[in-house]
């Protein structure tokens, strides 16, 4: 046991003293490394909360559908004919849209929510 305090005592140890600049910028740079640590964890829970709740995200798809066709068509279209015939023929879409939609929602809403969350959190 006494050798081993000899040969740490006679090894010299370089301590370098920081100034308090460097310490407060190794600090916020220790900061900044756990929220984006953070943000990621973020990220990946909503990933996996859209794959767990697929069927809520579904039927969330369905009803914004629903709404802004209508408004779509009351908006572009004011003749009478033309408008029952669009509402048709976006009744006869949604199928399509819900594959799309849903494809599109898990590949970006994780992320786009995320970084809206960060920009409120953010000041």
């Known amino acids: 046991m006494t050798r081993a305090i000899e040969k740490y005592s006679k090894k010299q140890l370089n301590v370098v003293k920081l100034s308090k600049k460097d310490r ?29 709740e697929e069927v809520t995200v579904k039927l969330i798809l369905d009803c914004l559908y629903d709404v802004a066709s209508v408004n779509l068509v009351n908006k572009k279209f004011q003749t009478r004919p033309v408008n029952r015939f669009m ?14 939609a849903l494809k599109w929602f898990k590949k970006n809403c994780p ?13």
């Open 24 to 52: 407060i910028q190794q600090e916020r740079i220790k900061e900044e490394i756990i929220k984006e640590e953070r943000m990621q964890d973020v990220l990946l829970l909503l990933q996996h909360l859209v794959e767990r």
């Open 87 to 100: 509402k048709f023929v976006l009744s006869r879409s949604k199928p399509v849209f819900k594959i799309v």
């Open 111 to 123: 992320a786009l929510i995320t970084n809206w969350l960060q920009s409120k959190v953010d000041l």
